[in-house]
């Protein structure tokens, strides 16, 4: 069975910064060259909105 390597998380990632960055990964999948400002993420981070729901937020349709 192939094990999955994951990136070792830093002691200094927070919660928010995984979200932003997972946010930005499945944008550059979706093809879109646009970069999400952290004031745009923020607000969706704070009301606990599910990353799905925040890239179909942002035109992006990866992992609906």
Same mark, same amino acid.
Do not use: H
């Given at each position: 069975?192939?094990?999955?390597?994951?990136?070792?998380?830093?002691?200094? +990632?927070?919660?928010?910064?995984?979200? %932003?960055?997972?946010?930005? @990964?499945?944008?550059? *999948?979706?093809?879109?060259? !646009?970069? =999400?400002?952290? +004031?745009?993420?923020?607000?969706?981070? %704070?009301?606990?909105?599910? @990353?799905?729901?925040? *890239?179909?937020?942002?035109? !992006?349709? =990866?992992?609906?």
């Amino acid at each position: 069975m192939n094990r999955i390597e994951l990136p070792e998380k830093s002691p200094w +990632d927070s919660g928010f910064s995984i979200f %932003r960055r997972r946010i930005r @990964e499945q944008l550059q *999948l979706c093809s879109q060259d !646009c970069f =999400v400002e952290d +004031d745009v993420l923020l607000p969706y981070y %704070r009301m606990g909105e599910s @990353e799905t729901y925040v *890239l179909s937020a942002l035109g !992006c349709s =990866v992992g609906l």
